[in-house]
């Protein structure tokens, strides 16, 4: 049983539409990776499952999300109040400016147990102690009484983790949880998620444009390119057999074990801009095997074992 | 926890605050003491001033300063050093109850308006906007003429003639900070409008607002003065320092004290709290964010 469905997600900023024909779901204890290159649509998707898109002068134009029997395309503003940090998480990219730089550590964190979980402020600082403690935090009581200032990216980035957790959410979504963080941090917060996805039977949702992120942490793995879906399915399976031109270009880029003078694989060109998306598939003027085909008819998605690819050349009406 | 800690923490803390920062320098040390020699002046006046101020000697009037009449006395015979003291006391408490009303009002509005946006920003800008179109004493003059005058009317005017300032320094505020990631937080988190406004975005948009407050304190004392000397402020025998300048004009040759002293202490006021201002701004790092209104 799924606890999130999106199902055909269509998103518009006026007349503008970036985001179309996104479909998947994720189960309790269930890691879903959605990778893309910047502007693919990663971020929009999150914020569409948060409700966040008004606030940004959007709107969801086609589709449902079903979080738990809940479709959440129809809820009420205060409805969502509730859903949000409460049922589910987000971690969003920026650890560093997630803060109110004015409050102490504890009572950002306590603030989210007395809201969702109607605590009292004792008891609110003891769950905030006690996640701090699991989130691997030093002295997490003498941690409740600093300013943001005074720590760490790493630490700060746990806190938002902290927020994210304090009122026991079904689901957690992760937007780029490590891009602000040097590498070494980036490896422990990866482990941290995955860790507590098991411990505590979270769905999360981890939006990443690192491939080896998600080959080490992921169930499923959603592709994105262009504001759509292109292809989708267990990670295993995309990694060894991926069918999308694109994703095999993007498996082809990740580093391994270059030889000296080796040159980086890219992929030639760049993402088209939301003003001027394609005509036909989004991928193929930089697709190294676009046929006409590809230029002038929009591919639907098609099963292929266990993954799903929107390509002409999986479909098998172009050579 | 031993004294020791105890003292340190207490130590720091005060180390640490602003206010003690903006006492740190020459400047902010001379203004600032000043200022608070005047405050405790108004507020102990009835034990300090050596006449009352009201008592009338007609067969002394327009003493020049001497002994027992430090400051002379005016054309009454009244002591013009007691008159102002006692004047300190108006001045400051019209300007600074005016200023916190000010204070208070503007920032309810900007806030609201910097948060809401849409139509109810748009009416509150423009109206505050047209007010802040016209110099501040015509705007009071307004009100006062309205109101009557007198020293409620005084601080009603001075109220609103300094509205449009905080209003629009705080929206300003308000609406860099929305765009801030920890709101956006904030937000992801499920709070509540309410929670939002009074919890992060105001406490981190008061400080330039307070001290837009502080520095105004000094405005309005001359606006006050201003009124006072039109005759529309304090009425006799309250003694207020435009007042007194008012009267002293009269006889500016023949007793110059009577208007020299009152002016010297609204001059040195204004000074001070200015000064102090740009130390509390300097200790505060919000030279930025002043200029945003």
Known sequence: MSILEVRDLGVAFGPIHPL????????????????GESGSGKSLTAMSIMGLLPLFGGRITSGSINFDGQDLTKLTDRAWRKLRGGRIGLITQNPMTSLNPLQKIGPQVDEVAILHLGMSRAQARTRTVEILGTLRIPEPEATCN??????SGGMKQRIVIAMALAAKPDALIADEPTTALDVTVQAQIIRLLDDLVKKRDLALVLITHDMSVIAQTCDKVVVMYAGRAIEQGPVATIFESPHHPYTQALIGCIPHGLAENERLNRIKGTVPTVMNYPKGCPFHPRCPRAATICSTTQPQFASVGESSAACHFVIGDAS | M????IRDRWMNALARSSIRRAFSSGIGMVSGGFLIILVLTAIFAPWITPFDYAAQNLANSNAPPGWPHLLGTDEFGRDVLSRVIYGARTSLSVSATAIAISVSV????????????GAFERMVMTVVDLTWSFPDILIALIFVAILGPGLTSTTFAIAIAYLAQFTRLTRAQIVRLKQETFIEATINLGARPAHILLRHL????????????????????ILEATLG???LGAQPPTPSWGAMMSSGSAQLFLSPWILIFPGVAVAVTVIAINLFGDELIRALDIRDRMREA
């Open chain 2, 2 to 5: 031993n004294v020791f800690t």
């Open chain 1, 20 to 35: 179309s024909g996104v479909n998947f779901s994720i189960k309790k204890g269930e890691t879903l990776g959605i990778v």
């Open chain 2, 202 to 221: 105001l406490p981190n948009a008061v400080a330039p607002v307070i001290v837009a407050g502080m520095l105004a304190i000094g405005d309005g004392i």
């Open chain 1, 146 to 151: 600093r300013y943001p200032h005074q720590m």
């Open chain 2, 229 to 231: 000397f039109f005759g």
């Open chain 2, 106 to 117: 503007g920032m309810t509005l900007g806030a609201a308006a910097g948060y809401f946006g």
